[in-house]
């Protein structure tokens, strides 16, 4: 539960914290997590 809580409330905090690739199951209980995934994908140079 404490992945998921930090996910929830300071989505781009979990992104900085836990560098890529992650794996994520059950995206659909954290909806707004996705918006938060595209700008790091937006900002990256790797294609």
Same mark, same amino acid.
């Given at each position: ?5 930090? /996910? ?11 560098? #890529?690739? @992650? ?9 707004n997590f996705?918006r938060? @995934?595209k700008i790091? /994908?937006?900002n #990256?140079?790797k294609?």
């Open positions: 539960m404490l992945l998921y809580q930090s /996910v929830v409330e300071d989505p781009a905090l979990f992104l900085k914290a836990n560098k #890529s690739p @992650i794996i994520i199951d059950e995206i659909q209980y954290a909806p996705l938060y @995934i790091e /994908v937006d #990256s140079k294609r």
